[in-house]
C-alpha cells in the first residue's frame, strides 16, 4: 500500500532522517528495533526486520541452519531434491 502523506524531512549531516511517529506507531515499530533498508527503484524502502525463510520469505521459519532460516517445507522441498538426485 502506497500512501502519501506530504510529509518532508532533510536528511541531517550523518544521513539520518526520523521517521514520524504516527508511522512508527502504525507498524509497530519501537525504540532499538531493526528496520531493513532496500531499494525498489528510485525509492528507499524501510521496513520493519522480522526472520523469514532464505528461500521463499515466510515469516518466522522454524529451522536454524548455519545461521540462516528456513521453514519446514522448503527444507521438505531440499530432502526431496536431495533424494531424488541419489537415484
Ligand atoms: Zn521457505
Known sequence: MKLSTGIVRRVDELGRIVIPIEMRNSLGIAQKDPVE???????????????????????????????????????????????????
Open 37 to 87: 533498508i532496500s531499494m525498489e527503484g528510485t525509492s528507499i524502502v524501510v521496513r520493519k526486520y522480522e526472520n523469514r525463510c532464505v528461500f521463499c520469505g515466510v515469516l518466522r521459519p522454524s529451522i536454524k541452519y548455519n545461521d540462516k532460516l528456513i521453514c519446514k517445507k522448503c527444507l521438505a522441498e531440499l530432502n526431496k531434491q536431495a533424494e531424488d538426485s541419489k537415484n
